[in-house]
């Protein structure tokens, strides 16, 4: 008796669950050509420093995607289940710790990463069905966030039958178009070669920032140690000048490596 009456709860949570709430506004933006990296490119310069997500089908896609942002200027990492887990971990940090702000990805990223603040979803490839369209949506507008997705459509696709059809067009030439120098995030994160099993706590590499590194309270960002190694973030424009200081310098006595991640 109880069995049907379960069922019927779970299945109106689950429908509940994926709707796309209102506080996400979900747009199509038009390529003229079958290949839409360069309506990428220009959505992205129309968002400028907003962070951004870009689902894309295949491993191979990440890559391509992202090789071509980069050399476009952008701050990009790529995500995919080809990669191992220490250049995942360090794509993640780049990314989470504001250190790049446009993650290429595979559906692989679509659950299970608890990544806040993302401003937009950027469907590149169309999702295979409703499920991953919905959480692809799901990484923008967390808790009572306002978020935007944007569905990039070649001359030849259309929207699939489980997306809304009246979505508005979304016109990045129409767009205030940043400068690359207006697109480039705030922080750039640094690689450690040493982590927990050395002893190494985040008041050791916030210290050995300030100190030797020469950087205030507020040009330190997220930091995150790892058994074998750690990352912080620092102020972009202060890169430079904080690698001449901490140059052969030893972090709690130990000489190790400290480099820009890539």
């Known amino acids: 008796f109880m069995g049907p009456a379960l069922d019927a709860h779970k299945l109106n949570f689950i429908e509940e669950e994926e709707q796309i709430p209102e506080r996400i506004e979900v747009h199509v933006v038009r390529s003229k050509v079958k290949d839409k990296l360069e309506c990428l490119a220009s959505l992205l310069m129309s968002l400028g420093q ?24 952008f701050a990009v990492s790529a995500f995919h289940g080809g990669m191992d887990q220490p250049n995942r971990e360090r794509a993640l940090f780049r990314f989470t710790s504001g250190a790049c702000n446009i993650m290429v990805c595979t559906d692989l990223a679509s659950r299970g990463l608890d990544i806040p603040e ?71 994160s640094l690689y450690i070669g040493r982590g927990k099993k050395d002893k190494l706590s985040k008041g050791d590499i916030a210290g050995f920032m300030l100190k030797i ?27 430079k000048e904080v690698m001449l200081r901490i140059k052969g310098q030893k972090i709690k006595g130990m000489k190790t490596i400290i480099e820009p991640t890539r």
């Not at 890559?63 to 050399?71: E, G, I, N, P, V």
């Open 50 to 73: 907003e962070s951004s997500v870009i689902f894309v089908g295949f491993r191979e896609s990440v890559d391509r995607t992202a090789k071509y942002l980069t050399q476009q200027g």
């Open 118 to 188: 993302i401003n937009n979803v950027i469907q590149y490839h169309l999702p295979l069905d409703e499920q991953a369209y919905v959480h692809r949506n799901g990484r923008t507008a967390r808790w009572d966030a306002q978020g935007k997705a944007f569905i990039l459509l070649g001359p030849e696709e259309y929207l699939p039958e489980f997306v809304a059809q009246d979505l508005p067009t979304y016109e990045p030439s129409k767009q205030k178009q940043h400068t690359l120098a207006e697109c480039q995030p705030k922080w750039e």
């Open 213 to 239: 590194g020469g950087l205030e309270r507020d040009e330190v960002g997220r930091i995150e140690v790892r058994d074998h190694c750690a990352y912080v973030s620092i102020r972009r424009s202060r890169v």
